[in-house]
């Protein structure tokens, strides 16, 4: 057997079948610094090597069965690359659930001025002041509050797209919109497209899909839809729709793929059939129609003019 782990054939024999290297106790489910535990004794630097471990960041590895994603190299970079860093931006977005990176993008994480860390390929540190309000200890590493993680993206992503970010924010935390528009209403307190981005998000969409049509919708200068209407005929409940305008009876709905799943298109029907019988007609919108935001403005005016 070698040192990691693995059963070796002897020459004119079948092949060996290999053993599951063993994980030491103290490191299963663990991210760690394989310097630190190759000094302590607990693993050779050949066995560092072997399939039961995988690597993060130069000199950081967990093991292998934790499944790899953004979330877990961010608590890596900023529990064991660099302690007391604090995990901003889009990072802090995905510890706080909201998936705005994958396991392939850059990690981001914050540093105090006058720090000057090593490069890691994987990570992008930022030098910035941070108050004491805006960190907070979340999955036992810092990272920025929801409200300051929204204004860290309202200044880093394109304006729709920071839309998107803040309204997710706003369905997975308690970030207050109220509040966050009150943080940059100042003068000076916030560049004008921050003010703008926070202005714009509205917290109420159930999918990123929601954000954009509502975005697109604001921009055709359409009138503005109600959104997330309960519609009620007789006095009953009907249905639930993205954006009406209840004066001229009309929703506009996004189709997304779960519209698909196995039960849900019954189910579809029989909604828009209430919805039709209480008088409603529903404007379906796919993200094809998305790629031809003319076309689609004109199916919502021509609706709404009738």
Partial sequence: MDDGGRLRARPGQPAAVPVQPRVPDRLCGRFFRGSAVVRAGWLTRQQLRGPAWRRLFQDVYVDARVPDTHGLRARAAAAVLLPGAVVTGASAAVLWGVDLADVRDDVEVTVPP????????????RRSPLPETDVVLRHHVQVTTPTATALRLARALPRDEAVV??????????????????RVRPPGSAPARVRAVCELADGRAESPQETRLRLLLHRGRLPVPVAQLV????GEFVARVDFAWPDVKVAVEYDGAWHGAPGELARDRRRINRLQEAGWRVLYVTAADMH???????????ALAR
């Fill in 292 to 302: 031809h935001p003319e076309r689609l403005l004109a199916r919502i005016r021509a």
């Fill in 231 to 234: 519609v009620r005929h007789g």
């Fill in 114 to 125: 006058g720090t000057h860390p090593r490069r890691h390929p994987g990570l992008v540190v």
């Fill in 165 to 182: 970010a803040v309204d997710q924010l706003v369905a997975a935390t308690e970030l207050d919109l109220r509040r966050l528009r009150a």
